[in-house]
């Protein structure tokens, strides 16, 4: 991914969305829908997130993965030791990035709204998607987060896989997922 940091979060966002997830379809009447795994709003708040915990000092770039039902993503950065949890992470508690500096820059480009907002907006885009809340699992290695498909999703995949019987649902290598870095 090239460019500054703030046009890769929208490219990276592109990128997985159009090259790495499949959108399965159904019809409410004549309507057609897209369903993708894990909504979009989401994955956006959880990439801003990873950028401005980030170690840079390390050098390793975030890294994504993803499955046919599941999307990780990891980064080498920090988040305050009494943030060590799911629940205490999606509970309200103060701001603190690991980079304030990057963190004023994306507030200031209109990316972060409000310091402390962005588990509130992952919530609300997960909850309006019917879907799971990201797990986050906090160690001294990094943060790996785990966005798992939404349940609407997982029915529709299962019905194609039912009316493909065998065929493969996506391009990917022996593993079945597909891996990059970005940052």
Not at 45 to 73: F, G, R, T, W
Not at 82 to 93: D, G, M, P, V
């Amino acid at each position: 991914m090239h460019g500054s940091l703030i046009e890769q979060i929208d490219k990276t966002v592109d990128l997985v969305y159009t090259k790495y997830l499949k959108a399965l379809i159904y019809y409410e009447g004549i309507q057609r829908i897209e369903q993708f795994m894990f909504p979009q709003e989401a994955f956006r708040e959880i990439l801003l997130n990873a950028v401005v915990h980030k170690d840079y000092s390390a050098c390793n770039p975030i890294q994504i993965s993803v499955y046919e039902d599941k999307i990780y993503i990891w980064n080498d950065g920090e988040m305050p030791s009494e943030l060590n949890s799911t629940e205490k992470l999606f509970a309200k508690h103060s701001s603190k990035p690991y980079n304030p500096k990057l963190a004023n820059v994306f507030f200031k480009s209109g990316m972060i709204e409000a310091w402390g907002r962005g588990f509130d907006k992952i919530r609300e885009a997960c909850e309006k998607y019917d879907g799971c809340l990201p797990e986050y699992n906090i160690s001294a290695s990094g943060i790996m987060v785990l966005c798992k498909a939404c349940d609407k999703y997982l029915e529709l995949l299962n019905n194609d896989k039912n009316l493909h019987l065998g065929q493969s649902v996506r391009d990917h290598d022996q593993d079945g997922h597909d891996d990059f870095g970005f940052l």
